[in-house]
């Protein structure tokens, strides 16, 4: 049953549970596809009955959540990639890009409606979605009558073919790619990305794993537009230039493609682009928009060196246009927006400075990529100045060594950021009345206990994700109106 078509929203649950490679409960997958948690069960239910449970399935653990389950990687990836129902706008606009990108000659508007089983009305609304989010100055839309073409600006095409094939690299299913399309060949691709990494080695050049698909994928590029650049001659630096050299040997050697110059020129100024080489413009853009954020922020961990450092990539990144949003990574970012909304806040504003200091449009630039850097440096503040870390009293209602083995627990998991006293029963009123604390942990509900002069936050002995959700909630709160308001 490989030749399943399944729905856009279905594959979108397999693609969020091979990512997170644990247990998701209903309720989350609900909310990263903003529907019902019924809907969500009614999904999984027509995908396993779909899939061949030889490919995967997923399985229900009370408790717990989901979990996808996959025996076979390789079919499972066309699941989630080769077998897609135009169903949705993204897909729609993805497929039109990807056949306006691999055409060598205009499309006619009448074939596309056939082809892609739409109105000339879903079409026409299809081609301004995408000209809203993909289309540049240089990357521009031809229409005549009713045909379809893009101008053949050939490093905007290369762009867009990276942009759009590095948007939907799946790390976690060995194929890698999700919106194939046109000739591109796993197989080759997968045998030249092991070329390169053996060649980037030698090298001693590093590259984090995305940066390294995202070089290999330029390479590919080159190998099948070999001869639509237009001369480039940027200045050579002679690390890189021998690096060339060995890109070029491998191509003719191997693979028995010549790559002129004007190639080795564009894949050397890629490469050196994913080596995040700062200019003392973007240097004076990074300080304006910390400043600007530090007037409109309680943020004293801004001036990290670890953040600027973070903060100088990603406008480096901004600058080479490679900061676009990704699937692998999206997940784990809403999560943390959930958890830190002022943090999101402030990575939203950052962004938004640094485009309009560099004067760049927001459409492929992701707001969200500077929260971790950001959370981390507010940690690593937190960590250095215990005295304004918030102090929690821990009462429990369990047996002493269960108490205890919760407590520490509660410690590890908090250490740096949070600190702990007790564990304490929950009938010592005097304990709870003359301890100095922010806010109380407590495994009852003490809301009709008593009256109670701090705020508490309750918990199962069990400590789920949510427990722990709720009392970094408290923290930070407490945080921000003490120390950060």
Not at 6 to 34: H, K, P, S, V, W
Not at 262 to 277: M, N, P, Y
Not at 282 to 299: D, N, R, S
Request: aromatic share 10%; hydrophobic share 45%.
């Amino acid at each position: 049953m490989d030749n399943v078509i399944l729905r856009d929203r279905q594959r979108r649950i397999l693609r969020f549970l091979n990512g997170n490679q644990i247990y998701m409960t209903g309720q989350a997958l609900a909310e990263r596809l903003n529907v019902s948690a019924r809907t969500v069960r009614s999904d999984i239910v027509e995908i396993n009955r779909c899939i061949d449970p030889t490919v995967a399935v997923i399985t229900a653990y009370r408790g717990k959540g989901y979990r996808l389950e996959i025996a076979d990687r390789d079919r499972f990836h066309n699941y989630i990639s080769r077998n897609v129902a135009l169903l949705t706008r993204e897909d729609r606009t993805q497929y039109l890009l990807l056949r306006l990108l691999w055409s060598e000659a205009p499309l006619r508007l009448d074939l596309l409606e056939d082809e892609m089983y739409i109105s000339r009305t879903t079409l026409e609304n299809d081609i301004r979605a995408l000209q809203s989010s993909w289309i540049t100055d240089r990357l521009q839309f031809l229409r005549h009558r009713d045909t379809l073409f893009l101008v053949q600006e050939e490093p905007e095409i290369r762009i867009a073919f990276l942009r759009l094939y590095s948007e939907n690299i799946d790390f976690n299913s060995r194929s890698g790619i999700i919106s194939a399309g046109g000739t591109l060949n796993l197989e080759q691709l997968s045998v030249l990305r092991s070329d390169l990494r053996h060649l980037l080695v030698r090298h001693k050049i590093l590259l984090d794993d995305f940066s390294f698909i995202y070089f290999a994928l330029a390479a590919w590029v080159s190998s099948f537009r070999t001869g639509r650049l237009p001369q480039i001659c940027p200045d050579v630096a002679p690390p890189l230039q021998a690096v060339m050299q060995d890109v070029a040997q491998l191509f003719s050697g191997k693979y028995e493609i010549p790559l002129p110059l004007s190639e080795l020129f564009w894949l050397q100024d890629t490469l050196a682009k994913l080596q995040r080489q700062p200019s003392q413009a973007m240097e004076a853009v990074m300080h304006q928009a910390i400043g600007a954020a530090a007037k409109e922020f309680p943020a004293p961990f801004l001036d990290s060196e670890r953040f600027f450092n973070a903060f100088r990539n990603f406008i480096c990144d901004c600058t080479n246009r490679m900061a676009f949003p990704r699937f692998d990574s999206q997940d784990l970012l809403l999560e943390l927006e959930s958890a830190n909304p002022d943090l999101a806040q402030l990575s939203r504003f950052l962004t938004q400075q640094a485009l309009q200091l560099l004067d760049l449009p927001n459409t492929a630039v992701d707001p969200l990529t500077l929260l971790p850097s950001l959370i981390a440096a507010k940690n690593r503040f937190i960590t250095r100045h215990p005295e304004i870390q918030p102090v929690a009293l821990v009462v429990c209602h369990l047996p002493d060594s269960l108490s205890v083995y919760l407590c520490e627990r509660l410690s590890q998991h908090f250490a740096g950021r949070l600190r702990l006293q007790g564990p304490f029963p929950v009938y010592d009123r005097g304990a709870l009345e003359h301890t100095d604390c922010d806010f109380l942990i407590s495994t009852v509900d003490m809301t009709g206990f008593r009256s109670l002069a701090v705020p508490a936050v309750t918990i199962s002995p069990h400590l789920t994700p949510a427990d722990f959700g709720a009392i970094n909630q408290m923290a930070y709160e407490t945080m921000l109106q003490k120390h950060f308001s």
